[in-house]
């Protein structure tokens, strides 16, 4: 009889580990679920819609690039939940459409690791909220011993896409090292 005993709570404890395991990538998968159906609404109507109750973050663009096929929902904001979800945008949409850089970050082994594959001459699209594509041609990248950017006064002028993330790629040491990917504005398309 024991042997029942211990065999069943062999199975239970077998099936919990399964469970307890597969949490995290359901989480994941819905989440990204929701964010997806977040952006289409967000899109559609031109409202910016939260994926979730109580998240502290909206979509308000997508970015592409035709190269690599990676596409990623673009939220506005930086925190630390909306990046553990997205890459985050350091400006508003308002910024988006002025002529200064707009500065986008993501966590290096998640959602921007694709900016260790990316080429000088790569395309980059934004497709905003409110209907307007940019289009930027990835130009320069740099790799800083600081976290916060510094640009030249010439480039705090001009319509530029920065993309961001910590250094080196596949490290997960923290570090305050940053590779910044710098793309120039080619077009502007109204949808």
Known sequence: MPKIYLGFALCVLGISTILWSSIMPVKAWVGHQLLSRSWEKSFSSGERVRPWLG?????????????LDVSRI???SASGEAMA????ALNTLADFHKSTPSILAGHRDSHMAFL???KIGDQILIQLSDGFTKTYTARNSIITDKPKITLSPDDNERNLL????????????????RFVLIAELEQIIAS
């Open 162 to 177: 920065v993309l961001t993330t910590c250094w080196p790629f596949k490290s997960n040491q923290k570090t305050d090292k």
């Open 55 to 67: 998240a502290d973050f909206k979509p308000v663009a997508k970015l592409t690039i035709p190269s």
């Open 116 to 118: 260790e594959n990316i």
């Open 85 to 88: 979800w997205s890459i985050g």
């Open 74 to 76: 673009i939220l506005n």
